[in-house]
Protein backbone atom coordinates (compact mmCIF):
# COMPACT_ATOMS: atom_id res chain seq x y z
CA UNK A 1 0.00 0.00 0.00
CA UNK A 2 1.27 3.62 -0.80
CA UNK A 3 2.59 6.05 2.02
CA UNK A 4 -0.12 6.82 4.67
CA UNK A 5 -1.78 10.52 5.01
CA UNK A 6 -3.53 10.70 7.92
CA UNK A 7 -2.17 12.21 11.09
CA UNK A 8 -1.91 10.22 14.20
CA UNK A 9 -3.13 14.04 15.79
CA UNK A 10 -6.14 13.51 13.66
CA UNK A 11 -7.15 9.83 15.18
CA UNK A 12 -6.23 11.70 18.42
CA UNK A 13 -8.78 14.42 18.13
CA UNK A 14 -11.57 11.78 16.96
CA UNK A 15 -11.04 9.33 20.18
CA UNK A 16 -11.14 12.46 22.11
CA UNK A 17 -14.69 13.49 20.50
CA UNK A 18 -15.70 10.26 21.07
CA UNK A 19 -15.17 10.87 25.03
CA UNK A 20 -11.91 9.74 25.35
CA UNK A 21 -10.05 11.30 28.19
CA UNK A 22 -6.64 9.61 27.11
CA UNK A 23 -5.00 8.44 24.21
CA UNK A 24 -2.51 5.67 23.72
CA UNK A 25 -0.25 5.53 20.62
CA UNK A 26 -1.03 2.47 19.97
CA UNK A 27 -4.53 2.87 20.01
CA UNK A 28 -3.95 6.31 17.54
CA UNK A 29 -1.81 3.90 15.33
CA UNK A 30 -4.44 0.80 15.25
CA UNK A 31 -7.27 3.09 14.33
CA UNK A 32 -5.12 4.90 11.59
CA UNK A 33 -4.22 1.34 10.39
CA UNK A 34 -7.91 0.56 10.45
CA UNK A 35 -9.27 3.63 8.53
CA UNK A 36 -6.52 3.64 5.77
CA UNK A 37 -7.09 -0.04 5.37
CA UNK A 38 -10.46 0.76 5.15
CA UNK A 39 -10.73 3.94 2.54
CA UNK A 40 -8.52 2.26 0.60
CA UNK A 41 -11.02 -0.48 -0.03
CA UNK A 42 -14.17 1.67 -0.68
CA UNK A 43 -12.09 3.41 -2.82
CA UNK A 44 -10.88 -0.05 -5.11
CA UNK A 45 -14.96 -0.29 -5.12
CA UNK A 46 -15.61 3.38 -6.10
CA UNK A 47 -13.31 3.13 -9.04
CA UNK A 48 -14.35 -0.01 -10.68
CA UNK A 49 -17.79 1.77 -10.42
CA UNK A 50 -16.77 4.84 -11.89
CA UNK A 51 -15.24 2.85 -14.51
CA UNK A 52 -18.03 1.14 -15.15
CA UNK A 53 -20.20 4.15 -15.76
CA UNK A 54 -17.17 5.61 -18.04
CA UNK A 55 -15.94 8.00 -16.22
CA UNK A 56 -12.43 8.47 -15.00
CA UNK A 57 -13.46 10.83 -11.95
CA UNK A 58 -14.94 8.92 -8.79
CA UNK A 59 -18.08 10.74 -7.41
CA UNK A 60 -19.71 10.96 -4.09
CA UNK A 61 -22.03 8.52 -5.75
CA UNK A 62 -19.56 6.38 -6.38
CA UNK A 63 -18.67 6.16 -2.88
CA UNK A 64 -21.78 5.49 -1.67
CA UNK A 65 -22.33 2.91 -3.99
CA UNK A 66 -19.61 1.37 -3.07
CA UNK A 67 -20.08 1.30 1.04
CA UNK A 68 -23.68 -0.45 0.19
CA UNK A 69 -21.67 -3.05 -1.67
Known amino acids: ?38 AEELSKRAIKFASHAGRKTVKAGDIKLAIKE
Open 1 to 38: MAERLIPLAAMEKIMKEAGALRVADDAKIALKQLIEEK
